[in-house]
T-cell receptor, first 114, second 112 residues
Framework: QQQVKQSPQSLIVQKGGISIINCAYE??????FPWYQQFPGKGPALLIA???DVSEKKEGRFTISFNKSAKQFSLHIMDSQPGDSATYFC?????????????WGLGTSLAVNP | KAGVTQTPRYLIKTRGQQVTLSCSPI?????VSWYQQTPGQGLQFLFE???????NKGNFPGRFSGRQFSNSRSEMNVSTLELGDSALYLC???????????FGPGTRLLVL
């Protein structure tokens, strides 16, 4: 019930192409869905996030699409660049009592070929 | 503002030993969370401390423990190390009420 399923595990895209990473959840109590980006040797960093009251959020080349009824959300990277090569994690957050609980997907390793 | 810092960055230990990792959060951040990252297992949540109190805990054995000091700095201790404890240990801080976590670069632990 508290899992976040992320796919694919790895992805290879040509420069200029579109990278798509999908996540699914079960618990409707989740109310905040961030995506984190992690480069080798670094910790993850927040890339973009969405709340379930909107169906899409765009920041530059990065877009989150959110389907509340299907309990799915996805990250689209337009015009993918070699510098986008990193591991991407989706997550889902919910309030439990006075605390926020964050559940992570297992990550997607993205390689963008030049 | 300085980011989250973790020390040491790399560590090699042998089975049965214990280890202490340190995390200094961003100034003003009172919440510190610890994660274990291994290939294929993603980010596994260990515990979260807020104002020196543990307020969330993941499903790790009691060999994993932590604490937070009055200046919000946190330490994580692993006793009786096992080979499977080899991982990248990440620390993340936030103010407490916000949702965004800010991660440090991690401590890479190798257990031989």
């Amino acid at each position: 019930q508290q899992q976040v399923k992320q796919s694919p595990q790895s992805l290879i895209v040509q420069k200029g192409g579109i990278s798509i990473i999908n996540c699914a959840y079960e618990n409707t109590a989740f109310d905040y869905f961030p995506w984190y980006q992690q480069f080798p040797g670094k910790g993850p960093a927040l890339l973009i996030a969405i709340r379930p009251d909107v169906s899409e959020k765009k920041e530059g080349r990065f877009t989150i699409s959110f389907n509340k009824s299907a309990k799915q959300f996805s990250l689209h990277i337009m015009d993918s660049q070699p510098g986008d090569s990193a591991t991407y994690f989706c997550a889902a957050s919910m309030l439990t009592g006075n605390n926020r609980k964050l559940i992570w997907g297992l990550g997607t390793s993205l390689a963008v070929n030049p | 503002k300085a980011g989250v810092t973790q020390t040491p960055r790399y560590l090699i230990k042998t089975r049965g030993q214990q280890v202490t990792l340190s995390c200094s959060p961003i100034s003003g951040h009172r919440s510190v969370s610890w994660y274990q990252q291994t290939p294929g297992q993603g980010l596994q949540f260990l515990f979260e401390y807020f104002s020196e109190t543990q307020r969330n805990k993941g499903n790790f054995p009691g060999r994993f423990s932590g604490r937070q000091f009055s200046n919000s700095r946190s330490e994580m201790n692993v006793s009786t190390l096992e080979l499977g404890d080899s991982a990248l240990y990440l620390c993340a801080s936030k103010t407490g009420s916000e949702e965004t976590q800010y991660f440090g670069p991690g401590t890479r632990l190798l257990v031989l």
